[in-house]
């Protein structure tokens, strides 16, 4: 996932009371900012995109980052830029993806810099390895994730969290204005807990306060990334040795994260894990170190909560502006289902093609990550010519791949199901011109429970509900993170059929 650097960096530190004032009564500040030009590829370059980049111009023709490089990717001819001052190269040729993640894969590491900022969050769970360690757990978690059982178990509590919380709650609400984007996120994070932990933490009762551990877990991946906004990860480090405002605040919320899951791990261990379904109690069958299991854990949840959220946020705003294709799944759903059965078995879930080809169609515009980093070990050349030096980040784009036209055809702006279909049956793409789920070797390994999630809670809310959107849109406003989300959440109106 990518940590998204911004042009108003220097405001966010500045505006760190903490730390301007420790840092304006030393001289410090004068070599931690040569420090971190040294550190610049280039920080002195003026090319339009750098100029751009660095005054923020670009945001007087574009509301987001993503749309803005998305044009500038559009309109480069080998579907390649550099943003010197960031030592970014950005690219959204398919050539180039899959020589990034699977031919050069060693050569195209997530890296040190990445795993620094997230180590105390992540530690050394999968998403935040490389090399050995990444290799364990890919084939531990890829032997258990596939196992019909634990399929059937994703199943059986997506199905009961509709049932029993997101559908009562929209019944409880109708008439009223809500926002989708939150409950969703309410929804994924107890999913995701209950499959990964064995725990509920019973975020969709809005009765109930936010579970501290949501709380918590929300701060810590919130201050996590933040790390990266910071002028230098000097700035960050120095904060966390002092024990300094976010820093001070990201260590409380990690020590309480780490308080519950070890709690957690402990009461199964009490109990006898073997004949428990949840992720962690099959893990512990292979792994006895409990910060080890802690860290494979956290990673699981930051990995399959946010996504899932996004992606049915953004399925529902653009179902709101595209009525046919909402009446298009609903046909698909009396046809394959019956008009007042309820969706029960792998089997029905196969049979929605347009469904399937409605989710794929709609992370191909927005893709949950909008665009993901890697950074090269050794001098390399990129297929289409790019030369890239060693140590410099080079970054995949799926928002900016969704918008080629060589890729998707003139029709590319368009949400369109009907591209994933052929004579009805649904037909996907080669992953390096689609890398939603990021591709090749370092591919999500959640990508089949997501789209038994997100097919399964379209299918239960268009049954039951129309949904329309409160402040109608046209364009979506993304907010800064590691996960794209919708500046403001997304107000709707819900109206029982
Ligand atoms: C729509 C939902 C989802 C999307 C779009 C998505 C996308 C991605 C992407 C782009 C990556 C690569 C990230 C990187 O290496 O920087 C990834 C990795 C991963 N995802 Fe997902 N994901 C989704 C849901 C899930 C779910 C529900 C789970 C858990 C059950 C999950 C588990 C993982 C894991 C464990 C990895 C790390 C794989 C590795 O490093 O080998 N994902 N996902």
């Given at each position: 996932m ?82 010197h ?31 620094v ?5 992540l ?56 926002d ?87 009461q ?8 428990h ?6 893990f ?13 854990i ?20 653009l ?11 609903r ?64 970054t ?7 918008r ?94």
């Amino acid at each position: 996932m990518e940590l998204q650097l911004h042009a108003s960096w220097f405001l966010h530190f500045l505006q760190d009371p903490c730390f301007s004032l420790l840092l304006f009564s030393s001289s410090l500040v004068f070599s931690l900012l040569l420090l971190y030009l040294l550190k610049l590829n280039k920080p002195w370059c003026n090319c339009e995109i750098c100029h751009a980049y660095l005054t923020s111009s670009w945001t007087n023709e574009f509301e987001n980052l993503c749309d803005w490089y998305a044009h500038l990717l559009k309109n480069s001819p080998g579907r390649t830029i550099h943003i010197h001052v960031l030592g970014n190269t950005i690219t959204a040729n398919p050539d180039n993806v899959e020589y990034m993640l699977k031919t050069r894969f060693e050569n195209f590491p997530k890296g040190k810099s990445f795993s620094v900022i997230l180590g105390d969050f992540l530690g050394r769970g999968i998403f935040n390895v490389d090399g050995d360690l990444w290799r364990f757990q890919k084939k531990m978690a890829s032997l258990e994730l596939n196992r019909y059982s634990m399929r059937s178990y994703a199943l059986e509590i997506v199905n009961d969290e509709i049932k029993t919380r997101l559908l009562p709650l929209l019944s409880k609400k109708k008439d009223g204005v809500l926002d989708l984007q939150d409950l969703f996120r309410r929804f994924s994070f107890d999913c995701i807990c209950r499959f990964s932990f064995g725990l509920d933490p019973r975020c969709l009762e809005l009765s109930l306060p936010m579970s501290e551990f949501a709380v918590s877990f929300d701060l810590a991946s919130k201050l996590s990334a933040e790390r990266a906004m910071t002028v230098s990860p000097l700035v960050w480090k120095i904060k966390r040795m002092l024990n300094l405002g976010s820093e001070r605040k990201l260590r409380k919320a990690i020590s309480m994260i780490n308080i519950l899951a070890e709690e957690v791990i402990r009461q199964k261990r009490k109990m006898g894990f073997s004949t428990h379904k949840d992720l962690l109690s099959r893990f512990m069958s292979f792994v006895n170190d409990e910060i080890y299991l802690r860290d494979i854990i956290i990673s699981f949840l930051l990995a399959g909560r946010d996504t899932v959220a996004s992606a049915l946020t953004s399925f529902f705003w653009l179902l709101a502006n595209h009525p046919d294709v909402e009446s298009a799944l609903r046909q698909e759903a009396d046809r394959v289902v019956g008009a007042d059965r309820e969706l029960t078995s792998f089997e029905q879930l196969r049979e929605l093609h347009y469904f399937q080809a409605a989710v794929y169609e709609s992370m191909r515009l927005y893709p949950p990550i909008q665009f993901d980093s890697k950074f090269c070990q050794e001098d390399d050349v990129l297929p289409d010519g790019t030369f890239v030096r060693r140590g410099t980040r080079v970054t995949y784009h799926p928002y900016a791949m969704g918008r080629v036209e060589e890729i998707w055809g003139s029709d590319c702006l368009e949400f369109k199901p009907e591209r994933w279909l052929k004579d009805g049956v649904f037909f996907p793409e080669n992953p390096f011109k689609y890398p939603v789920f990021q591709a090749g070797l370092r591919v999500c390994l959640g990508k089949d429970m997501a789209l038994v999630e997100l097919k399964t809670v379209a299918f239960s809310l268009l049954r039951r509900f129309h949904i329309d959107l409160a402040k109608p849109s046209r364009t979506p406003r993304f907010s800064p993170g590691l996960t794209a989300s919708f500046s403001g959440g997304i107000p709707v109106l819900v109206r029982e059929r």
